[in-house]
């Protein structure tokens, strides 16, 4: 609907801060080359780093060069969000036996 920058810059932003958060990388103050250097050289982004890389050049384009993309693009791009997410979270921890703690019951007796 025209607001293709808004919607990039939305999306690169919370990126940039879920990458600031999660790796502790200032993303927010560096630029889209700078990120996927730095995460580059990270063990868990690397499988992922093509997808972020794919996302922030599309971003950038449409920010910078006021270039429109297709429709299929924002969806793209938000499916890449979501995958980088997903790859990169940090996994839950569960007990020693592998196991969530039961929860007991009482009954009547």
Known sequence: ?????EYFTGLTDILRVYIDRRF???AVEMTSSQIIDTLKKNEETRVVNEQLSMILEIAD?????NV????DDNEMAYQRAVNFVEATK???KQDKDGDKPAIRKEGKQ
């Open 1 to 5: 609907n025209g607001r293709e920058k």
């Open 24 to 26: 502790e990388i200032n």
């Open 61 to 65: 384009i449409v920010k910078f060069a």
């Open 68 to 71: 429109r993309p297709l429709a």
């Open 90 to 92: 940090p996994v839950e």
